[in-house]
């Protein structure tokens, strides 16, 4: 049976792509897009000629039949999004699903992905974590903040700079504005950092800024996490 490769891409810094992707992408039949004018520009970049067709949110109900019957043609095939790991808040997951269903092989090539990256730089609690990927933005909101005040575990959000700093308000309200949080913002990119602190502080530096531009990733603390103070402990462990 034919290889359907779920292929992560840069979230940012172009250098971060393998060159096991770049091989992977040159060497099958056709390359499913989330969007073929921004990863025509990936491509390029690194010499790949794979000719390629759109798969995105709006048409994946359907077009996934497309890609299918090329697997059952005897063509490998691979599947991009605009940045990370395709199926994390993005078009994959019926993709995958019927490329499994319809009896093919289905291998990740691993790479760049905000999620953990964001994990890792907030220098919160990564033992156990939550992703819920974006909030809805009306319908179904509260419930689903009333659901994450309810997790003892990290929990991983994606955010619109254009909605940061209602996100933090709310989550003040529902988590408490004592829960030490980290906004990561513009993850592998030239103007990446880390805001971190208490909610409260954080919304605080974010509010003084004239604009708030970015890919952003917040990430909370679990509710019984106490953040302990340098001050005070053995040096060798420090």
């Given at each position: 049976m034919s290889i359907l490769y779920v292929v992560a891409t840069p979230i940012g810094n172009l250098s971060d792509i393998s060159s096991?992707?770049?091989?992977?992408?040159s060497s099958?039949?056709?390359?499913?897009?989330?969007?073929?004018?921004?990863?025509?520009?990936?491509?390029k970049h690194f010499g790949v000629q794979t000719p390629t067709s759109s798969l995105h949110q709006h048409n994946e109900h359907h077009k996934y039949s497309y890609f299918i019957d090329q697997l059952d043609g005897g063509n490998n095939v691979a599947m991009i999004t605009d940045a990370g790991m395709p199926g994390i808040s993005d078009p994959g997951f019926l993709m995958i699903r019927a490329a499994h269903q319809s009896g093919h092989?289905?291998?990740?090539?691993?790479?760049?992905d905000a999620v953990t990256s964001a994990l890792v730089s907030s220098g919160l609690p990564s033992d156990s974590y939550y992703f819920?990927?974006?909030?809805?933005?009306?319908?179904?909101?509260?419930?689903?903040?009333?659901?994450?005040?309810?997790?003892?575990?990290?929990?991983?959000?994606?955010?619109?700079?254009h909605r940061l700093l209602k996100c933090l308000k709310e989550s003040g309200q529902y988590l408490g504005e004592e829960r030490m949080v980290a906004v990561?913002?513009?993850?592998t990119k030239a103007f990446e950092e880390t805001v971190r602190g208490t909610i409260l502080d954080v919304r605080s530096v974010f509010e003084q800024r004239p604009s708030i531009k970015g890919e952003i990733c917040i990430v909370f603390a679990p509710k019984s996490y106490q953040e302990t103070s340098l001050q005070g402990q053995d040096n060798e462990h420090v």
């Open positions: 096991r992707a770049i091989e992977t992408l099958v039949s056709v390359i499913a897009c989330e969007d073929t004018r921004t990863s025509s520009k990936l491509l092989q289905v291998r990740v090539i691993p790479g760049p819920h990927g974006f909030l809805p933005h009306k319908k179904g909101r509260q419930k689903q903040w009333e659901f994450l005040s309810t997790l003892d575990c990290t929990i991983i959000i994606y955010e619109s700079p990561c913002r513009e993850l």
